[in-house]
């Protein structure tokens, strides 16, 4: 129930028709009687106690034993389609028409069914008070030849009954063979067509039982009648019990196990009546399934985090978010049907909130190691900068995504799209403030520090001593795991996904057009065979779903039953419009009828109109004429033929308004009047009213005309011949109504067409939402990050997941049935996450390149979206045991739209980005507002050498060569077996002194100096200090605020970051200063302010030009080695800050021809913009493309030991850049515990290093 189309115009037609006969009868909205209030049952002359006598003696004539035409009085009554049945194929394959075989069914019956203690409970009896015999196959042939039992049957019973069924079946096959012609001489003697069947086919009803219920349709037809040994492949056996709830007990105990089978025979379907109150069953049963998956995602949330405090706060969530949206789905949106689909919100929630909490807690515990100073709130402001976007795009994209499947016309889906969408939005409230709320009562109350124990203290006793060997093998795999990761996605993933990014487009790409080829070509998703009534709700190999879907096509009471094979029929109705006025939300209402008010059929146009109608319809070529079914549609000339053939009369003057002395088109009272009373003869000569297709209401006038008539067109579950039937009849009938007088105008049609409905629903609608899915996202993520190209290069991403999964779902020969579309429809919903992680943190990365963004936000995202996939994999592993199908389905459809959209957004989608990625603004919408958007300054640096164009390269080339800057030029090598500790997180030459490199074009420079926003006095005494102190060397001070305010990455209002940050600028100055060389000088330069409180704005230490520089090295003599190290040392050792989220570790790369690539500026301490390039034509260091060897151009001054350094003249401006040097340069490394780095330069550009 739900999912039948309800809103499309087959399916109004079809709710209407149904209102129709539900509301046509005795006593109600319709009759088909004009006199129906007067006609009661005792108007018959038959009483209620008659009458319930009459049903009474008919159900105890089915259970009585048969006279001799049925079968010698050895079942009771024929088989009937409400009774239980069991279907026998054979174990081997072969032909089930052998003696064993038969033998085998008889005694599976006995052990599995019989001998059941209820079974004589629930058994038909015999007038002997035994339990009816079962109608099988050995039964019958028994019968035949007076066996006592199917046991004691002989090969030549067989042969016999074989002979005899090969001269009745072509009978059978034409049509002729009937019920009727089975019985005494008299009674066959009454239907003509009877006296061309032998007298041996019907003295007995077993012939015709045996053809038509117990054997396949292909047994003995007329396509293997000539076979000398036909094939049986099934047989169909009936137990002599009702289906319904009372056979849960014999199926649960005997034939739920999967031993129904022997050396002959296996019971391979059946049919109980149990498969709604089963699928009830199992859907209770194996709701631990979704139980354990749910588990088994906060298990790993706990495993992630380490923390059972915040996995259940996660947990609070999901259960809170899944409890107000369902208040608001039913108080606000006043749904009253909740499908059992909706429940399939709870893993998925689950797996959302699982994706954004590794997000967060990534980012958290980022600002926790950059920034361990800063209080709580501080942590909070710069985790909430990023995640707080992140949940925005990700949230509204995912929400607006399952929102956009409410336009399906399935009932449960549109329940479930805005379910789940409104789970979503309210889970982002909860992730915005619950989230960041239960990280602060963790990190303040719960959080516990490592205390130290004594060595004595965990000798004292074995089990503390084996609790420290359990805890120091937890510690080493903890450390072995992080290692790992850190080396799969901060080196392996960045280093794969760039270097292969070639590979990965064209391999992603193919994939995601294969999939549209099988998805929406050939071979395409297969359209249902099974009406909503006989829906799939277990595997295909339930013995219950193989009858529904196999079996019952196999036999020809089945095959009747479903109109398959018979004509499919046309009604057409006048009098009631095709209005669904019901709940569409509740597949439960259907609504009232609403009445045309212009309808009429007195008047004379309305009748010759009708009369005209029937020849129309005689004269087309899909009109078939049938005998037996007499047809409606020309009623009018029934009733013309019926007042032609009466005379009048002069003594009846009331018989004489109703005469042949009265002309066609008769007036309007004239015509109600006969009309009437002809309904009312021909009811005098029956019990039951002769249906003529009017429709009277309570007052006796005609309210509706219902008209029907068979075509040539056979009932089929092919989706074009039945598509052809209607569009053929629809557009017949809309031309003829075109012509029909006013009141006959609003006339529509309808037939069995309710699986062509599903199937025309789902075969239209499931695409058009996929792609109004994937465009809403689109301009969700464009109104979120104001990109075009990040939005494109997303919904690429998520189109090519959505693809690739559907073809997969073909490709398991899936049907398109109501689940599997709702499944597809969420499947864009599904596959946003993943692609938005890694689009929000592209899109916040301070780099300018795209190759830098690409590795930045691999480095950054990869971990918590690879731990999430892995997570929602898990919980879809845990589901395919699940015995109802949804569970299951749902199961295999997570593990593939997660490992899909993994692959996607991590390769493809980064790979879109290495090409074509935006850099800088490129790409980006500016408002007026656009002061805060990047803005990368072309004047600032080497990076800024960038344009949006198609002559980017040109521009980068032509920059590159009027600067004086040689720029870094390095491959991504960081996996090469020689480099140092230092080049562990990065291949940056910044990574040497553990700075984060900041992209010279955040900075502004003009004339060599920087605005000076807001600054400090204390500040601009210090600035002042310097500039006395270091006069000569003309050291300017200025202020380089960023102009990047849309990533977190930039700023910091921590004082002890501003201390710090001055700190280190006070020994950048240093380094320019006179002396700043000679020990003495540190302490004179510090100015006085250095030690105020508060907060104080950056500054930044320049020098005017290169040429300064270069004088003042020729000029002054170098310190002792040991003092530079020192020196050097405070350049170096400040870590860098959460503000710029450790960008030393990431790699910036350019995409260069010719192997030219720009790389980030190096820069000298945390929170400090990049400096201008006012030194100089400083060069920067660069990797070649061998593994062992590192060439370096270092872009600031090299504090060279060796003894001749003091001897420089001016053109040690020269070897300052590794030209003409021999001496080995000291690069200190970051981490306090490894070596430094010794460079030895030589004038090759060829130097090692050691570590």
Known sequence: ?????????????????????????????????????????????????????????????????????????????????????LVFMSTTAGSLWNLQAIQSMCQMEQDKIRSHVHFRDLCQRTEANECCPSWSLGNYIAVLYNRSSCLEITQGDISHTLALLRACAPDYHRGVLTPSCIGPEAARQKHSQCAQVPQKCTRFNAIYQLLHFLVDRDFLSPQTMEYQVPSLKYSLLFLPTRKGASMMGIYLDNLETWDLFDNYTSITGMDLGLKQKLFQHYLLLDTKYPVLAILAIFLSISFYLRSVFITLMVLLAVVSSLMISYFLYKVAFRFTYFPFVNLTAVIILSSICANHTFVFFDLWNLSKSQNPSAGLAQWVSQTMHHFAYLMLASCFTTGAAFYASYISNITAIRCFAVYMGTSVLVNLVFMMTWLPSSAVLYERYIATTCVYKPEAYWNNSSHKRVALSVHYILRALQNTLSETSKLLFEKLLPCGVIKFRYIWICWFAALAIGGAYISCSNPKLKLPTLETSSVQVFRLSHPFERYDSEYCHQFMFERLEHGEGQRMPVTVVWGILPVDNGDHFNPKSNGTLVTDTTFTIQNPDAQKWLLEFCQKVKNKTFYYPDAEQKSTVCFMEEFLRWMNSRQCSQRDHSFNLCCNQFSFPYRSEVFLHCIKMMLLEEGREGAETHDMGLRFDGEGNVAALVLQFQTIYHYTFNYSRAKQFYEEISLWITEEMKTAPVGLQNGWFTSKLELYNLQHSLSTETMVVMGLSIAISFVVLLLTTWNVLLSVFSVTAIAGTVLVTTGLLVLLEWQLNAVESLFISAAVGLSVDFTVNYCISYHLCPHSDRLSRVAFSLKQMSCATAMAAS?????????????????????????????ISCGFASLFFQSLCCFFGPEKNCGQILWPCAHTMKDYSD??????????????????????????????????????????????????????????????????????????????????????????????????????????????????????????????????????????????????????????????????????????????????????????????????????????????????????????KLAESASSCPDALELSDSYGAAERGYLNGKRDTLRLDLRETVFDVSPAASQQNSSSWKNRFGVGNEGPVVLPNSQPDMPDVWIKRSSAQSSGYNS
């Open 1 to 85: 129930m739900g999912f039948e189309p309800r809103d499309t115009d087959i399916g109004r037609k079809l709710i209407v028709w149904r209102n129709i006969e539900s509301h046509t009868g005795y006593k109600k909205t319709l009759s088909l009687s004009p006199y129906a209030k007067k006609k009661s049952y005792d108007d018959l002359g038959i009483g209620r106690g008659q009458k319930a006598a009459q049903g009474e003696q008919a159900a105890r004539t089915r259970r009585m034993v048969e006279t001799s035409y049925g079968a010698d009085g050895f079942f009771c009554g024929p088989p009937e389609k409400s009774y239980s049945q």
């Open 871 to 899: 997570a929602l994999f898990s919980a879809g592993v845990i589901m395919l045991p699940a015995t109802v199908l949804a569970y299951r389905k749902l199961g295999i459809f997570i593990m593939m739209i997660n490992c």
């Open 939 to 1156: 004047d600032s640096g080497p990076n800024g050498n960038f344009a949006c164009g198609g002559s980017e390269k040109q521009n980068r080339l032509r920059k590159v060569q009027e600067s004086n800057t040689a720029n870094e030029q390095y491959e991504l090598q960081p996996l090469s077996r020689k480099l140092s500790d230092s080049f562990d997180n990065s291949t940056s030459t910044s990574k040497l002194s553990n700075r984060p490199s900041v992209l010279s074009e955040d900075i502004q420079v003009e004339d060599n100096r920087c605005p000076r926003v807001g600054t400090h006095p204390s500040l601009e005494r210090e600035r002042q200090s310097l500039q006395d102190t270091l006069g000569d060397q003309q050291v300017s001070l200025c202020q380089c605020p960023a102009l990047q305010t849309s990533s977190p990455y930039k700023h910091s209002t921590s004082e002890t970051e501003i201390h710090r940050e001055r700190l280190c600028q006070d020994c950048r100055c240093q380094k320019y200063g006179l002396k700043a060389w000679d020990g003495s000088g540190l302490d004179h330069i510090q100015p006085a302010g250095m030690k105020e409180e508060g907060q104080l704005n950056k500054s930044q230490c320049s020098s005017d030009t290169a040429q300064q520089q270069s004088d003042y090295t020729s000029d002054h003599s170098p310190l002792p080695a040991a003092d530079i190290y020192k020196i050097h040392r405070c350049l170096c050792s400040l870590g860098s800050s959460f503000d710029m989220l450790n960008i030393s570790s990431e790699t910036s790369i350019s995409d260069f021809e010719q192997g030219l």
